[in-house]
């Protein structure tokens, strides 16, 4: 079995990142929610426990907790913000609302004496989130490190680690190294987990769940539905039947792309069906503004419409979808606050015909899909293709969803994304959006009141947080001056600065 080392939900939105940085060690890692067992914890045997930060104050009555009985199991333990004050709390320290919140970089003192903190800088930047501190250490707990304003931003006892910072996150300049102290140095993990192992572990988990039952993907021809997919085939053949379902909110010649890689051609062992359904979403989405009824309305109709193809095939035993752990994150399974709902997250609705959902890629990362993409021998740029919302452009359209409006963004987002990879710029995620304004220009000598387009890209490594891409201004120019000569109804462009957080990726 390979080495494990787990995380308990708390309720913070890094959670999933604290586990992705994990598997970079080549260390495998799940998440389990706060009150798991202490019994289940002895049946995973896991090399070591992380325990992350939550929104709450850790001695108000109804704040989440664990067992107190894992400290006792002898196994390393790393509490992390709301992780460390809960350690401080069960062991007797003082914890408390800071006299003084601390946000973003901040200034870290370390004193050079912890595992933790080897071959880590005296004084290192590390990302603060908290509103409460350690006010005071546990008995026999050694303070570690320290802040200006916070007395105890690490502290340790035995096997025991406590950081009120956010190793996991990118803006932590030496997180990597502790983490890596960590799982390598204080839990003693060999890392000799690949990914190679987990899809070829995950397809014969398939294989043998399905049996000889049918089932229906829901294919979108993005990077997520396009690898589950195949791992299926891999898995069942001819036993998986993939529905593309047209809903005219794809981008430009996205559908025909779709039809061209998985139809009748293909070169996967799978059967293909195409579904055009553009009118039927339109109406679905008639007068609807809000952003989450958009979500739901359009993952409704998903459901919806592969229970009709079901019925037409006959039989069919499983629904397979593309969900990846910041679907699932974001959607506010588990302990953490809901961001935004995702339209394969959430199960089947009231009246399904379909025994169950299958979702082999929900414990992985965007990267991490790439790579079993690149494994499986996918085409490089049908797994290197940048993320697309299963909404689609149904949320990249603020306010009511139109034929014209999709009409309208489809152009901008195709002379963006032309100009971009004409230019060879790398990016994570790029897109044009419709904003719900309209504003006075001047056209021809005339007067024109039309539409405002916004252009968002971002660099990431892992769509958890983000940082606005800096892209030349000459490129912003000239894809400016094509969206407002070429897309009839638009006269003018922004560029949006905002990374994640306090933003999202998406717009809505």
């Not at 894809?479 to 006269?491: A, D, L």
Request: charged share 25%; net charge neutral.
């Amino acid at each position: 079995m390979n080495e494990l080392i787990i995380v308990l939900d708390f309720g913070g939105q890094y959670n999933q990142l604290i586990a992705r940085r994990i598997r970079e060690n080549n260390v495998y890692c799940e998440i389990h929610p706060n009150d798991i067992s202490l019994e289940k914890i002895k049946e995973l045997n896991p090399k070591g426990i992380i325990l992350t930060g939550g929104p709450n104050s850790v001695y108000k009555e109804d704040s989440p907790l664990c067992d107190k009985k894992i400290f006792e199991l002898g196994i390393p333990i790393l509490g992390i913000c709301y992780g460390a004050q809960l350690m401080a709390y069960l062991f007797g320290g003082k914890v408390s609302t800071a006299p003084t919140s601390e946000y973003g970089r901040t200034k870290v003192f370390t004193d050079g004496n912890s595992k933790l903190f080897a071959n880590v800088r005296s004084s290192t930047i590390c990302w603060m989130s908290h509103t409460d501190y350690v006010e005071e250490a546990p008995k026999d707990f050694k303070v570690t490190s320290h802040t200006k304003t916070c007395p105890v931003a690490s502290m340790e006892k035995d096997n025991l680690y406590a950081v009120q910072f956010h190793p996991e996150v990118m803006h932590t300049q030496e997180g990597d190294t502790m983490l890596t102290n960590f799982i390598k140095n204080i839990c003693n993990c060999k890392g000799d987990w690949i990914m190679h192992d987990f899809a070829e572990a995950t397809i014969q988990q398939m294989k043998q769940k399905i049996g000889s039952g049918k089932v229906l993907c829901a294919l979108s021809g993005g990077v997520d539905s396009s690898v589950a997919a195949v791992m299926l085939s891999r898995a069942i053949g001819k036993q998986l039947i993939c529905v593309f379902v047209d809903t005219g909110l794809l981008r430009k010649n996205e559908a025909d792309e779709v039809e061209r890689i998985f139809g009748q051609n293909s070169n996967y062992d799978l059967n293909f069906i195409k579904v055009d359904a553009k009118d039927r979403f339109l109406k679905k989405l008639k007068g609807v503004t809000d952003p989450e009824s958009k979500r739901k309305i359009i993952g409704a109709e998903f459901i919806r419409v592969f229970e009709e193809e079901a019925k037409k095939i006959g039989k069919v035993d499983y629904l397979v979808q593309g969900t990846i752990y910041p679907d699932i994150i974001e959607s506010g399974h588990g302990k953490s606050a809901v961001i935004k709902s995702h339209h394969n997250v959430g199960g089947l609705p009231e009246h399904v015909d379909f025994k169950e959902i299958i979702e082999p890629l929900k414990l992985l990362f965007k990267d991490e899909v790439r790579k079993v993409g690149i494994d499986l021998g996918l085409p490089n740029y049908l797994v290197s293709k940048q993320p697309f919302p299963g909404p689609g452009l149904g949320i990249r359209i603020i306010g009511e969803v139109t034929k014209e409006k999709v009409a309208l963004v489809q152009e901008a987002d195709w002379i963006f994304r032309d100009e971009i990879e004409n230019a060879g710029i790398n990016l994570s995620q790029y897109f044009a959006a419709l904003t719900n304004m309209r504003s006075v220009g001047v056209m021809g000598d005339e007067r024109t009141y039309d539409h405002a387009i916004a252009l968002r890209a971002v660099i990431t490594s892992d769509f958890m947080t983000a940082e606005t891409a800096k892209i030349p201004w000459e490129i912003l120019e000239k894809v400016t001056r094509r969206i407002v000569n070429e897309v009839k109804g638009v006269n003018r462009v922004f560029y949006d600065c905002t990374g994640k957080p306090p933003g999202t990726i998406e717009f809505e």
